[in-house]
């Protein structure tokens, strides 16, 4: 597995000429509208930047190789007092890539569903640790994501993206929105990996 950071901070994993997955921020204000930080090349002090409709969120990103894997770090720091209602780091997958592959996500374990269901919620843990596959599409090997002292969610969320979605969030209020003040930094630290079966207990 290998990574790229973006221009804006996004990160970029691929598994040889292969793209695994990307992950970027979401920052969500009222009437759940999405932002998401781009490059902006006047200003350096951030390598990405989110617009929001009353201020602006830097994005810092930092990644350190680990046993089969990497640490991803994320920082977002307000430019200036901000209203929002949700913030969230988020692992997208290819859904196609990976519908019908087993997972197991704190007590729960399951396969990934083909079809779309009522909740589209699959599975979430505080400090959780998830395992995806093994996946034939990736010669049988496991994705697994750490998450300590956040909270990791995984979401079928095909009616708004073609992606499976392994996000992380601080266990902060959703709705209604609250003052993220001016130079609060919110840091997100995970690490995944991508071994071989023989290696997942290991």
């Known amino acids: 597995m290998t990574a790229r950071i973006q221009g804006?901070?996004?990160v970029h994993l691929s598994c040889g000429k292969r793209k695994l997955a990307f992950v970027v921020p979401e920052i969500f204000t009222p009437g759940w509208a999405k932002n998401t930080p781009r490059l902006n090349r006047k200003d350096r002090r951030t390598q990405g930047q989110a617009a929001l409709p009353d201020?602006?969120?830097?994005?810092?990103s930092a990644v350190t190789a680990v046993r089969d894997g990497f640490r991803i770090h994320m920082t977002l720091t307000p430019l200036s007092a901000v209203q929002v209602i949700h913030i969230r780091v988020v692992v997208n997958l290819a859904y196609g890539k990976w519908a019908g592959v087993p997972f197991s996500l704190g007590s729960t374990k399951a396969v990934i569903p083909r079809v779309p269901e009522t909740n589209n919620k699959i599975g979430e843990?505080?400090?959780?640790?998830?395992?995806l596959g093994p996946n034939p599409a990736f010669e049988g090997r496991i994705l697994r994501m750490k998450a300590p002292r956040l909270h990791l969610d995984l979401q079928d969320n095909r009616q708004w993206t073609p992606y499976l979605h392994a996000f992380v969030t601080r266990n902060e209020p959703s709705d209604p929105a609250w003052v993220w003040k001016k130079g609060v930094k919110k840091d997100y630290r995970f690490t995944l990996s991508f071994r071989d079966e023989k290696e997942r207990k290991t």
């Open 55 to 60: 201020g602006t969120v830097g994005l810092k």
């Open 125 to 131: 843990g505080d400090s959780a640790v998830l395992d």
């Open 8 to 10: 804006g901070g996004e």
